[in-house]
């Protein structure tokens, strides 16, 4: 089955041989037999994902995002046997093998990079322990944001609209905005204006990443790397207390540097997605990646 057929399955917008879904008749008749007599109806198993999702971000610790990591597989597992790697965009690929040098490549650029913005603001800073739990975190946390957000959300989008440049600037706008949302709401402060951009473009790339792989995984690789050097070391402003997640996101993210880095990546991306013979704007009849080339 298609990526993209996969997903829309799991929405009921088309059915299980990736024909279009009728809207009339029984709204369970794609439903696999075996998920009928677990689930009444799928709409629980759109519920428990998002409570799965947004629970972890009440308590930030590596358990919490390992939990909702296992319970969100769990549920498109049900919801789509045999075929939740599809939907979720993590079945192993060509370029499976380039993670663990995404990941680490990242987090050695985001690490030497925060070192010397650091320094030049007058910041103390620990360097990140591999043995510390902290390891673990953005693993879960980066894995869970990119198979919902790039993994169901992004393909539905692009179907829905026929248009990955649409569906993929509106996603890059929640994720921006929900970002700066969340830090206003929790700690009371406030992205700066190229903190959204350097996000802003960060999402487009990533999302150029996942039309010309097909797969979540380098993108989970570039995300866990960041957010591993990011976070996983301590900040200490001059005669200050630590710094807040969003404090360190305006001081890395928010740097002009940062900005423009991300606005360099999405240009690259936009080279991928030629090399890959993959528009932004059309797509053809023939389904590639779910959703035409």
């Known amino acids: 089955m298609k990526f993209a057929n996969a997903s829309l399955a799991y929405f009921g917008m088309v059915d299980w041989n990736g024909r279009r879904a009728k809207k009339s008749g029984n709204p369970r008749r794609n439903w696999p037999a075996g998920v009928r007599s677990v689930m009444a109806k799928k709409w629980m198993v759109n519920a428990g994902i998002a409570v799965f999702f947004a629970l972890p971000y009440s308590k930030m610790t590596w ?21 939740y790697q599809d939907v979720l965009k993590v079945r ?3 370029w499976i093998w380039a993670w663990p040098l995404v990941f680490v490549s990242f987090a050695l650029l985001t690490e030497r990079f925060i070192g010397m913005v ?3 603001a007058g910041i103390s800073r620990s360097s990140p322990q591999i043995l510390d739990t902290w390891i673990l975190q953005p693993f879960f946390q980066a894995l869970n944001e990119e198979m919902i957000v790039r993994g169901i959300v992004l393909s539905v989008l692009v179907t829905r609209c026929h248009n990955r440049w649409i569906a993929s600037l509106a996603i ?9 949302l969340f830090y206003l709401l929790t700690q009371d402060t406030a992205y700066v204006a190229t903190t959204n951009v350097s996000l802003f473009f960060a999402t487009l790339a990533m999302n150029n990443l996942v039309f ?18 990011l976070f996983g070391g301590g900040y200490l402003a001059d005669g200050g207390g630590p710094f807040l997640d969003a404090q360190k996101f305006n001081l890395v993210l ?8 991300t606005v360099g990546a999405f240009a690259v991306s936009l080279a991928l997605l030629r090399g890959a013979r993959v528009s932004l704007l059309t797509l053809r009849p023939r389904p590639i990646d779910g959703v035409g080339r």
Do not use: D, E, Y
């Not at 358990?63 to 075929?83: D, E, K, N, R, Y």
């Not at 890059?172 to 970002?179: I, K, R, S, T």
């Not at 010309?212 to 050097?229: D, E, K, Y």
């Open 63 to 83: 358990w919490t995002f390992g939990f909702a990591t296992l319970a969100i597989i769990l549920m498109v597992s049900l919801a789509c046997p045999g075929t």
């Open 92 to 94: 192993p690929g060509k």
């Open 118 to 120: 650091a320094s030049k």
């Open 172 to 180: 890059a706008l929640a994720f921006a905005g929900a970002h700066h």
């Open 212 to 229: 010309a792989t097909r797969s979540i995984n380098l993108a989970w690789a570039v995300h866990a790397g960041t957010n591993f050097s």
């Open 254 to 261: 928010g740097h002009p540097t940062a900005a423009m880095s």
